[in-house]
């Protein structure tokens, strides 16, 4: 069911990858530009958010530490709590800006999933209980990534999922635009924390963008360009903090494919003795809410799986891991996939090659990529472990410079 608005009455959808919140000042910054946003479009404002840079991640290893295959309604309830931390700083920021913004739980966006609790599947989304909230208060925060199941228990819609719940949100409101921001320029032509080389795409059709995204590339969460083609939202893909002129970023909705490289940097590859078995396992594991690439070497078949994914050892256990190797994959713009493996500290000298080989000169035109700026630098929350606490000295992972400016995964990283 969508909610019909009149033109100048319908939300503003907005999402914030967990780069926006780097520092706490970040939930400053997002509330000042909300606050901008609302004044100057004069309609009510849903601000979705992410969990701190980092913060999953540490719960994950986390529940790793404790469990080999924790309950998938553990995993949610601990899971998702970076979310709700987010919901409720950002409220807290809004308010300080004298603009009071009223926090929500995944059980007032009226997102409905069903399916294991830590990636369950969206499967509806109604719109009395958010427009209720938003004819009370003009600002909503919502948490990213979350629904609720039948049963009314909050659920995970999988990993990078807030692109999912902000698309699905602006599609039952009646909005016909849905911003996505994060810390990459927008669609790139690969990840340009990997690539810095990779161009910035100025617009895209929904199957390009779902073609990336289904081989592995984390730029829009696949499920969001379904929901987004389904109900006509065009996309918006966005840096932050935003300087540039309106129509800037990607614009995901009529456009043209890409040529794009994406290196598999969080996944493991498994080989199988045929590709018999590697298809069958590939489809159990889809059919659990993993995105996984099944492909061919010279001499064996094989898949490569989110590293690290709750219940993968269950169904690869005949396989052999290739530890230390690490898929990168070329896609042409008229739709072929070309898989290699190759050394993981190979991958991002070999995702550079494979680039200058699809963009060697490309002219900067309005159909086509532009030239690249300088590769920022993936960074991750001081305060990502306000949760659980620092992690132990070993585990921790060297940090670097946060970039100057600031969409998310690969070929552009992280949302």
């Given at each position: 069911?969508?909610?019909?608005?009149?033109?100048?009455?319908?939300?503003?959808?907005?999402?914030?990858?967990?780069?926006?919140?780097?520092?706490?000042?970040?939930?400053?910054?997002?509330?000042?530009?909300?606050?901008?946003r609302r004044a100057e479009a004069r309609r009510p404002l849903v601000v979705v958010v992410s969990a701190m840079s980092g913060t999953t991640d540490r719960l994950q290893r986390t529940?790793?530490?404790?469990?080999?295959?924790?309950?998938?309604?553990?995993?949610?309830?601990?899971?998702?709590?970076?979310?709700?931390?987010?919901?409720?700083?950002?409220?807290?920021?809004?308010?300080?800006?004298?603009?009071?913004?009223?926090?929500?739980?995944?059980?007032?966006?009226?997102?409905?999933?069903?399916?294991?609790?830590?990636?369950a599947e969206l499967v509806s989304a109604s719109p009395e209980t958010l427009s209720g909230a938003l004819a009370d208060c003009p600002i909503a925060v919502v948490p990213g990534g979350?629904?609720?199941?039948?049963?009314?228990?909050?659920?995970?819609?999988?990993?990078?999922?807030?692109?999912?719940?902000?698309?699905?949100?602006?599609?039952?409101?009646?909005?016909?635009?849905?911003?996505?921001?994060?810390?990459?320029?927008?669609?790139?032509?690969?990840?340009?924390?990997?690539?810095?080389?990779?161009?910035?795409?100025?617009?895209?059709?929904?199957?390009?963008?779902?073609?990336?995204?289904?081989?592995?590339?984390?730029?829009?969460?696949?499920?969001?360009?379904?929901?987004?083609?389904?109900?006509?939202?065009?996309?918006?893909?966005?840096?932050?903090?935003?300087?540039?002129?309106?129509?800037?970023?990607?614009?995901?909705?009529?456009?043209?494919?890409?040529?794009?490289?994406?290196?598999?940097?969080?996944?493991?590859?498994?080989?199988?003795?045929?590709?018999?078995?590697?298809?069958?396992?590939?489809?159990?594991?889809?059919?659990?809410?993993?995105?996984?690439?099944?492909?061919?070497?010279?001499?064996?078949?094989?898949?490569?799986?989110?590293?690290?994914?709750?219940?993968?050892?269950?169904?690869?256990?005949?396989?052999?891991?290739?530890?230390?190797?690490?898929?990168?994959?070329?896609?042409?713009?008229?739709?072929?996939?070309?898989?290699?493996?190759?050394?993981?500290?190979?991958?991002?000298?070999?995702?550079?090659?494979?680039?200058?080989?699809?963009?060697?000169?490309?002219?900067?035109?309005?159909?086509?990529?532009?030239?690249?700026?300088?590769?920022?630098?993936?960074?991750?929350?001081?305060?990502?472990?306000?949760?659980?606490?620092?992690?132990?000295?070993?585990?921790?992972?060297?940090?670097?410079?946060?970039?100057?400016?600031?969409?998310?995964?690969?070929?552009?990283?992280?949302?």
């Amino acid at each position: 069911m969508t909610a019909r608005h009149a033109p100048d009455s319908r939300p503003l959808v907005l999402k914030f990858g967990g780069s926006a919140f780097a520092d706490l000042d970040g939930y400053h910054r997002v509330a000042r530009y909300a606050v901008r946003r609302r004044a100057e479009a004069r309609r009510p404002l849903v601000v979705v958010v992410s969990a701190m840079s980092g913060t999953t991640d540490r719960l994950q290893r986390t529940l790793d530490a404790l469990a080999a295959d924790p309950p998938a309604r553990a995993a949610a309830m601990l899971l998702t709590a970076g979310e709700t931390v987010s919901v409720a700083l950002l409220a807290a920021a809004l308010d300080a800006a004298g603009a009071p913004g009223c926090p929500l739980p995944a059980a007032a966006t009226g997102l409905l999933a069903e399916g294991p609790g830590d990636r369950a599947e969206l499967v509806s989304a109604s719109p009395e209980t958010l427009s209720g909230a938003l004819a009370d208060c003009p600002i909503a925060v919502v948490p990213g990534g979350q629904a609720v199941d039948a049963a009314g228990r909050t659920v995970m819609l999988g990993r990078n999922s807030s692109d999912l719940s902000a698309v699905a949100t602006a599609a039952t409101l009646g909005a016909d635009t849905c911003e996505l921001f994060s810390d990459v320029p927008g669609v790139c032509t690969a990840d340009p924390y990997l690539v810095p080389e990779a161009r910035t795409l100025t617009r895209i059709s929904y199957e390009g963008v779902r073609r990336m995204s289904r081989h592995g590339a984390r730029v829009v969460h696949e499920g969001a360009v379904d929901w987004a083609e389904r109900a006509g939202v065009r996309l918006l893909c966005r840096p932050f903090p935003w300087s540039g002129a309106p129509e800037g970023g990607t614009a995901v909705g009529t456009g043209p494919a890409a040529a794009a490289v994406v290196v598999h940097k969080d996944s493991d590859v498994w080989s199988f003795r045929s590709g018999r078995e590697r298809r069958s396992v590939g489809g159990r594991l889809r059919a659990e809410g993993l995105t996984v690439t099944e492909f061919d070497t010279a001499d064996a078949a094989c898949l490569a799986v989110p590293a690290g994914a709750r219940g993968t050892a269950r169904y690869v256990r005949t396989a052999r891991l290739l530890d230390g190797l690490c898929l990168v994959t070329t896609l042409g713009a008229d739709g072929r996939a070309e898989h290699v493996v190759v050394p993981r500290p190979e991958a991002a000298a070999e995702a550079r090659r494979r680039h200058l080989l699809l963009y060697p000169d490309t002219p900067d035109t309005s159909d086509t990529p532009g030239p690249a700026g300088p590769a920022p630098v993936k960074i991750r929350s001081a305060h990502s472990d306000v949760l659980v606490g620092p992690a132990p000295a070993p585990a921790q992972v060297p940090v670097p410079a946060p970039p100057s400016t600031g969409r998310s995964d690969g070929p552009g990283p992280s949302r």
